[in-house]
């Protein structure tokens, strides 16, 4: 069977948006991390391929040594569902911090409680408590 995950290409920032992120989620780690040495496309020390959990969902994230004319679009978005106030407030508190606020968190026709955030590498992520 194919296994899907969600790949996060960054330029230069890789490592501190995933360990950004597992900070975020219990039950998060780095599974492992690669880098690039002297003289590869890298730059030295920089993320050739890293592969990562939040929540126990797989992730994988580089940083690209060819820079693009695109970045992340909050047309895709990370979709976590929080189960206490108190987790929704903290995480759209902290994604948000440094980034951009599409939504702000409040009661919604679809939720009870959402927000929809851009961190601060760019990421968009819409939070909803499950009631």
Same mark, same amino acid.
């Given at each position: 069977?194919?296994?899907?995950?969600?790949?996060?290409?960054?330029?230069?920032?890789?490592?501190?948006?995933?360990?950004?992120?597992?900070?975020?989620?219990?039950?998060?780690?780095?599974?492992?991390?690669?880098?690039? +040495?002297?003289?590869?496309?890298?730059?030295?020390?920089?993320?050739?391929?890293?592969?990562?959990? *939040?929540?126990?969902?797989?992730?994988?994230?580089?940083?690209?040594? !060819?820079?693009?004319?695109?970045?992340?679009?909050?047309?895709?978005? *990370?979709? !976590?569902?929080?189960?206490?106030?108190?987790?929704?407030?903290?995480?759209?508190?902290?994604?948000?911090?440094? +980034?951009?606020?599409?939504?702000?968190? +409040?009661?919604?026709?679809?939720?009870?409680?959402?927000?929809?955030? +851009?961190?601060?590498?760019?990421?968009?992520?819409?939070?909803?408590?499950?009631?």
């Amino acid at each position: 069977m194919q296994k899907i995950t969600t790949f996060l290409m960054f330029e230069g920032q890789a490592e501190a948006a995933l360990n950004f992120y597992i900070s975020l989620f219990k039950d998060s780690k780095v599974i492992n991390i690669s880098r690039y +040495g002297p003289n590869e496309m890298g730059a030295e020390g920089s993320v050739m391929h890293a592969t990562f959990s *939040l929540n126990g969902q797989q992730f994988m994230a580089i940083d690209s040594n !060819v820079k693009h004319g695109f970045t992340f679009t909050p047309a895709i978005s *990370l979709y !976590v569902t929080c189960e206490t106030e108190q987790e929704i407030d903290t995480l759209f508190a902290q994604l948000s911090a440094g +980034g951009k606020v599409m939504m702000p968190l +409040g009661k919604y026709p679809f939720s009870n409680k959402f927000g929809w955030v +851009g961190d601060q590498f760019g990421v968009s992520w819409q939070l909803s408590l499950i009631s």
